[in-house]
T-cell receptor, first 114, second 111 residues
Framework: NAGVTQTPKFQVLKTGQSMTLQCAQDMNHNSMYWYRQDPGMGLRLIYYSASEGTTDKGEVPNGYNVSRLNKREFSLRLESAAPSQTSVYFC?????????????FGPGTRLTVL | LAKTTQPISMDSYEGQEVNITCSHNNIATNDYITWYQQFPSQGPRFIIQGYKTKVTNEVASLFIPADRKSSTLSLPRVSLSDTAVYYCLVGFTGGGNKLTFGTGTQLKVEL
């Protein structure tokens, strides 16, 4: 039982390049989330998916797109990376979609945009 | 959305009890209070959750007064490995998009 896995662990992009961050969970959870964490800051929600086939915007969705490919996988895409998107990205999942449901986090992807 | 206020940092020594208080004056009737722990270069990890009074698990205790306008996370006999950032979250039971972690409390435990 691997929990929540993320790939890649590290990535360096040039401004304007695109990439997709992958996330998968093997806990049969319904909800999945993407957060970003800037240095010295708390986590901010980018997008979430309350159930398979649905996605919705969080606090900071601009510049990102997401796909809930199936119940296990939730990807985050940067179409045209900008230096302001340099951050650590965390994926999480939970059984339900409320704050009462414990979220389980992946190890993170450290992204640098030059 | 209930805004939370926590101390930015706290220092302690091994073996001591640490209490971190979170203020949430505009907590709503249906809100739960949840605490997460984050080590450097790792994702947050759930510690404890409560609605009222006291909750205890193998890691920590959570004290919530009757008015629920604040809560206190209590870590008994801390060790160096408890050095981490602790986040207090207060939010709706029906709104995943309302999650706000804030900047948390940096706890530093020394020998």
């Amino acid at each position: 039982n691997a929990g929540v896995t993320q790939t890649p662990k590290f990535q360096v992009l040039k401004t304007g390049q695109s990439m997709t961050l992958q996330c998968a969970q093997d806990m049969n959870h319904n909800s999945m989330y993407w957060y970003r964490q800037d240095p010295g800051m708390g986590l901010r929600l980018i997008y979430y998916s309350a159930s398979e086939g649905t996605t919705d915007k969080g606090e900071v969705p601009n510049g990102y797109n997401v796909s809930r490919l199936n119940k296990r996988e939730f990807s985050l895409r940067l179409e045209s990376a900008a230096p302001s998107q340099t951050s650590v990205y965390f994926c999480a999942s939970s059984e339900g979609w409320t704050l009462a449901d414990t979220q389980y986090f992946g190890p993170g992807t450290r992204l640098t945009v030059l | 959305l209930a805004k939370t206020t926590q101390p930015i940092s706290m220092d302690s020594y091994e073996g001591q009890e640490v209490n971190i208080t979170c203020s949430h004056n505009n907590i709503a009737t249906n809100d739960y209070i949840t605490w997460y722990q984050q080590f450097p270069s790792q994702g947050p990890r759930f510690i404890i959750q409560g609605y009222k009074t006291k909750v205890t698990n193998e890691v920590a205790s959570l004290f919530i007064p009757a008015d629920r306008k604040s809560s206190t996370l209590s870590l008994p006999r801390v060790s160096l490995s408890d050095t981490a950032v602790y986040y207090c979250l207060v939010g709706f039971t029906g709104g995943g998009n309302k999650l706000t972690f804030g900047t948390g409390t940096q706890l530093k435990v020394e020998l």
